[in-house]
């Protein structure tokens, strides 16, 4: 670790401990800041966590629907977010108006969104999900529930095909997913035909097709720790290669590329945005803090509070 930011480190260390904060951050983020968090997981393990601290500030390393999940579960304390550019392609492509117009119009139907959502759009909602509790919620549902789901259509997709449902889907997608490229890792798995293919179902159904394993960045991280295969090509976003790394040392784990990347990977520029300087700040300043409408917050928590209990 470079000087400045080792002196960065021990100054984050020595202000969280002064101020009584909570750092959490998603695998998406930098190495570094994973390094300095007091907790990593994926949107499901976050929310669980931000419900149960008793930590004065939260000082979420993630994007802003993540810290105003953690702020519409603890109110009362204060959360921060290091860059509130750190924005989500997925949760954009779901505007509030948009989704209530849509739900007006099919009144008989539970909607079930997606955690990578805003704080108005999670109010709409009956039933919050994320990708690691999205088919077990869904498949606790009468199976002749009509169901909206959104934001994103390949995840809806996937929960389709597997559980027989013929949800409506709203169509979103992360940029992120969306862009593998099933002709680059098709040439990986001829290069490395050893290789397991473990795949986020944010991406495309051609990619899941041919997947040996489909699942959220926790659970592709559990099959990689406890698979007896030795290699693997990750169709996620690439920050999780830290963790990965950190619990699988001993094996080889290859980052998978967008359609158009120059490099072998593909990287989220909201998740990128954070950095030691930006958390260093935002804990001295306390700022850039999240801020949620209290009406807003009445509403949107109850359908975050129904996911943790239909996922315990």
Known sequence: MKAEQSALCEEI?????????????????????????????????LARKAAETDADIIVMCGVHFMGETAKILCPDKKVLVPDMSAGCSLADSCNAEELKKFVEAHPDHTVISYVNTSAAVKALTDIVVTSGNARKIIESLPEDEKIIFGPDKNLGGYINSVSNRDMLLWPGACHVHDRFSIEKILQMKKENPGAKILVHPECRRPLQLIADKVGSTAALLDFARTDDAKEYIVVTESGILFEMRRQCPDKVLLAAP?????CQCNECDYMKLNTLEKVAKALRDEQPEIIVDPEIVEKAVKPIQRMLELSR
């Open 13 to 45: 260390l020595r202000l969280k401990k002064e101020k009584n904060a909570l750092i959490m951050a998603h695998y998406y983020q930098r190495d570094e800041i994973q390094e300095i968090a007091d907790f990593i997981g994926d949107s499901l393990a």
């Open 258 to 262: 967008a359609e158009d990347a120059e």
